[in-house]
């Protein structure tokens, strides 16, 4: 709609003395839009020619115009050969000359009129001149408005929905995401726009800082407020060419908590000698804070005054305090006269004296108690005495646990936000800045903190050297490399009295592989921020006419849309990317989307299949890196999204690394249409004997995996288990190249093109090809290694699709394997196959326990193999949470290879075990294992479909990253002459 600030004024005299003019007024609008007309008030004896011009504040012409076909007087209208855009909130001037006479009203612009999105700006000196024909006028008197004006088409606006004037705890998140509009010149909701927040006032952080406005032309964030307390946060956001709004936010206190470290546990027995004892514990915090009590356990009989003690790990007292009105039994405590600070992650002691009767648990301090920031310190040696009462106690038994504990109150702690880990080449400077954040007690930002940053090695540089945390707490340096290339160096950032965090990065070697070199790249975290399409109606599935396509090759891409409309392809390849996890390599814009036909379902199988057209082809690039790639359809109408996989090959490749993705696994648990191999996921329970490639991935479209999903969601899912390892594998600059299942299944020679083959997850569908390639390629000298578990466990075979494609169908009747007329499709260890997985693995699938999120702990065995070079680690030790949710072991069925040698012997307690197991299989115990085949070839497996998380714990819960684990896996590839070319800091690489 067209408007104009001018309606229903008119002026109350005119004025000449004869001499020209520039005439003007300035203005701005609500909302960005278009001029598209100059407007004037013509004075009845006014003569000649008039041009119209628009100016921004400081001066610059934008646009002009000449009045032609002008009547004798009152308004004139002249439209710009060109509409001029004008951005939202943003002050403009539009003058006309004036040869002779003019029209005005002395002071009718002193207050500000409005109409509509249009405002005249009252800033005491409006209504402008010159007496200078065309030029820029800059004079004013007495706010005279000499009525010249604009016509105005308003575009897009930013309006505030919810989420203002909160209020919450300084340094807390707030409850509701601060959310906005944009909407266009209509009203309509306008999706697609980047909105850009930014804390303007009072500190804090918003996350994220930019997002894209969704179907209904909404974008949010969410505001963590500052350290301040009672102040008052500011967030403005800003759409380009829009306009802005503010949020306010107002943060109150909250009060300091205290923590103990032994909050649940309890003495298992009373012991006593009669002899006087100190008895102690050594702890740690993760925080620097203070200690403000001592407490300990007393037992019945226990006679006495006691005394508690803090100590450093060297002997030094440092506080003391004497318990007072204690009870006959139980936990005392005892108030510090004045609180004893402490740093974080160093070793203390506390003490308490025993004069007869001690209470404890013998064993309890072998493993680390942790609860809040305070933790018991596992060093074999811990749960500490003295047979001489008030004096340092550093003898210990059996790490008996005699309960002696503080109370702690947390201070500030420092912390890594972003820039660990990067890799650059030699010279240049890191793509991101190393930050950190200083917090206070409660979590809040503190603002003010120095800290310094020292580098460990010559040649590397940071800048500054030191900084002052900002209102967010946040404090930042660069990071610019050395010329040496492959090397591996940390930055320290300290907070003097409040800790330190340490840096890691590499310079890029000399000669890099092609994925050390994609790697350098920047990455796009936001491949991650799914809005995903609705399970029960999904508003928009695709799926790929093939698993994988060579580099340079193309792909058919099918997509579906509930409704027909726009929808959009935006391309990631999958890696680690200095963090980022995924690189964008194509974005196909707006494409035109179909409803496609129903689909087929064959009644006996059970086989669900989609014979959809093709909606885009997706052209790969000659220079597109080998990898797993993501394809995230996006509906442009609803903003609602699904994903579809596939594999990219270097087909001339002859990197280390073979890694397969187990796309047979991925259409085995898949239920889109209703039917999976699997009853807990089919219609009535009744399991398909066939799947199609044919059809969307169901945890790519309509239910995709999370921490809190069943466990069987998760078990289709190449983001669940193989991106952590290629996560890994990337940061570590590995030479990978990627294939899937068919990829082995079709190509007898793909393996010798490699040092390894690498099976991750759970890879638990093979055919007999597949395993005949890679039983061929062990004894033609291929190292295979097994980081999974459940893997070659069910033979399929597949068919033609009904149009035709090869291999599109995959058949398993599992238990009904007779009723397969082709191929006995059941178990590879099962009657008639009778050719167990162990032969090839040297472990076999044994059992489960359906908890995607928990795990055993992976107990290590014969630690002086060469495996476990460099960990540190001896038999007996744990790697935590290792082994799930399926695993493998070895048992006695005359199918074990020989020399095979057992690494780890871990305790499990199956919820399901597995059937056709020898008698006398021990369910209770899972290995990892390795052995060497006559041909020379090494094989290793985990025994566990979750031993990566070891590796890498992206988007894992309680993750379990361990340099242990890291340093096992370094070794194994290099025994197979596979090498890091960017490894961790403190990795050995033999």
Known sequence: ???????????????????????GMKFQSAKAGQITAIRYWRSINEPGTHIGRIWTATGTQLAQVTFTNETTSGWQQQALSTPLSILANTIYIVTVTCNSTSSLIIGGLASQIVNADLQSVADGNNGVFINSLNTFPTQSYNNSNYFRDIVFVAGSSITKVSGDNQ????????????????????????????????????????????????????????????????????????????????????????????????????????????????????????????????????????????????????????????????????????????PLSILPNTTYVVSVNCNNTSSLTMGELASPILNGDLRSVADGNNGVFSSSVHSFPTQSYNNSNYFRDIIFVAGSSITKVSGDNQIGTAGSTLANPLVVQVTGQNGNPQAGVTVNFAITSSGDSVSPTSAVSDANGQA??????????????????????????????????????????????????????????????????????????????????????????QFTIAVYRLGYYNGAGARLVLNSGSLSGITQPDDTLNSSTRLFACNWSTSYTLAVGGDWISGVYIARLTDQSTGKQSLVWFVVRDDSSNSDILFQSSFTTFSAYNNSGGYS??????????????????????????????????????????????YNMLRWLESQGYDVSYATNMDVHTNS?????????????HDEYWSQEARNHVQQARDGGV????????????????????????????????????????????????????????????????????????????????????????????????????????????????????????????????????????????????????????????????????????????????????????????????????????????????
């Open 783 to 990: 190292n295979l290694t097994f980081f999974s578990a459940n893997s070659c466990y069910w033979r399929v075979r597949f068919e033609n699709s009904s149009t035709g494609e090869a291999n599109r169908i995959m058949a398993c009747y599992k238990d009904d394997w007779s009723l397969d007329s082709v191929a006995p499709t059941t178990r590879f260890r099962a009657v008639p196959n009778s050719n167990p997985e162990n032969s090839l693995l040297g472990v076999l699938y044994t059992g489960e326990r359906l908890v995607y999120s928990a795990g055993y702990d992976f107990v290590v065995k014969n630690s002086t193999d060469p495996y476990y070079a460099n960990t540190g680690l001896q038999d007996g030790d744990k790697l935590p949470l290792l082994v799930g949710f399926e695993w493998d072991a070895v048992v006695n069925n005359g199918f074990t290879p020989n020399n095979l040698v057992i690494l780890s012997e871990s305790l499990v307690i199956p919820e399901s075990v597995a059937p056709d197991l020898p008698p006398g299989t021990n369910t209770q115990i899972s290995h990892a294992v390795r052995y060497t085949a006559p041909s020379g070839a090494k094989v290793f497996s985990t025994g566990s479909i979750q031993w990566m998380w070891g590796l890498d714990s992206y988007n894992v819960p309680s993750p379990r990253t361990d340099i242990k684990a890291q340093q096992v896996a370094v070794n194994v590839l290099a025994s197979m002459d596979a090498r890091p070319t960017t490894p961790g800091a403190n990795i050995v690489v033999p």
């Open 167 to 338: 209020s919450g705890t300084a340094g807390s998140t707030l409850p509701g995401p601060l959310v906005l509009q944009v909407t266009g010149q209509n009203g309509d909701p306008q999706a697609g726009v980047t909105v850009n927040f930014a804390v303007t006032n009072g500190g804090g952080s918003v996350s994220p800082t930019s997002a894209v406005s969704d179907a209904n032309g909404q974008a949010s964030t969410q505001l963590t407020l500052g350290a301040t307390l009672g102040a008052t946060n500011t967030v403005t956001a800003t759409a380009s060419g829009i306009g802005s709004v503010n949020f306010s936010a107002t943060e109150q206190s909250q009060q300091p908590t205290s923590q103990k470290l032994l909050a649940n546990q309890v003495p298992s027995f009373e012991w006593s000698d009669g002899t006087p004892y100190e008895l102690g514990m050594k702890f740690q915090s993760a925080k620097a804070g203070q200690i403000t009590h001592i407490r300990y356990w007393r037992s019945t009989n226990e006679p006495g005054t006691h005394i508690g003690k803090i100590w450093t790990v060297t002997g030094t007292q440092l506080a003391q305090a004497t318990f007072t009105n204690e009870t006959g039994s139980g936990w005392q405590q005892a108030a510090l006269s004045t």
């Open 749 to 761: 020679g793909l393996l010798q093109s490699h040092n390894l083959f690498m099976s991750v997850g």
């Open 476 to 565: 930042s340096t660069q990071l610019t490399l050395g010329t040496t290339p492959g090397t591996t160096n940390t930055v320290t950032a300290t907070a003097s009295g409040i800790g330190s965090v340490t840096f890691s990065f590499m310079t890029a070697p000399e000669n890099p592989n092609p994925i050390t070199l994609e790697n350098l790249k920047t990455g796009n975290p936001e491949w991650s921020q799914m809005n995903w399409v609705t399970p029960s109606a999904p508003e928009i599935v695709g799926y790929a006419t093939a698993t994988s396509v060579n580099k340079g090759g193309s792909l058919p891409i099918r997509v579906s849309l509930a409704q027909p409309g």
């Open 677 to 722: 191999l699997y009853p807990h996921n089919s219609i009535d329970g009744q399991r398909a004997f066939k799947a199609s490639y044919d059809r969307p991935f169901a945890a790519a479209s309509i239910s995709p995996p999370s921490p809190t999903s069943p466990a069987w969601q998760n078990n289709n899912s190449l983001l669940t288990w193989e």
């Open 1 to 23: 709609m067209m408007t104009n600030l001018f309606t229903n004024q008119v002026p109350n005299f005119e004025w000449s003395d004869g001499t020209p003019y520039e005439l």
